[in-house]
């Protein structure tokens, strides 16, 4: 089993920045991807960005074109642990984000094999 532990949420202004992070452990030789999602009070779950460790050390980064330009992946090459930068955050990105991680690439809900509890942003005045 792979156990995925987000932290770094909380309460941001608009147009204020927060740092989440993801920590994996376990099993985490079965992790070829992991990925961040966020789930609004009455929402469907909605794919992020993912990021994947490729040979070699490389990475194939995805990104959801909604968030593209204000929210950045990246990874501890040391560790299983992914960041996600969020940036020139708005009211509408308040959302309980979520972090994934699986053996394939992950681009959607069903790629993904491990999920975190999920951690609570809020962005309000």
């Known amino acids: 089993q792979v156990q995925l532990v987000e932290s770094g949420g909380g309460t941001v202004q608009p147009g204020g920045s927060l740092r989440l992070s993801c920590d994996a452990s376990?099993?985490?030789?079965?992790?070829?991807?992991m990925a961040w999602f966020r789930q609004a009070p009455g929402k469907e779950r909605q794919f992020l960005v993912s990021?994947?460790?490729?040979?070699?050390?490389?990475?194939?980064?995805n990104y959801a074109g909604s968030v593209k330009d204000r929210f950045t992946i990246s990874r501890d090459n040391a560790k299983m642990t992914v960041y996600l930068q969020m940036n020139s955050l708005k009211p509408e990105d308040t959302a309980v984000y979520y972090c994934?991680?699986?053996?394939?690439?992950?681009?959607?809900?069903?790629?993904?094999?491990?999920w975190g509890q999920g951690t609570q942003v809020t962005v309000s005045s």
């Open positions: 376990g099993r985490t030789f079965n992790i070829y991807s």
């Open positions: 990021i994947t460790w490729n040979g070699g050390g490389g990475r194939t980064i």
């Open positions: 994934a991680a699986g053996p394939r690439i992950i681009l959607q809900i069903t790629n993904v094999a491990y």
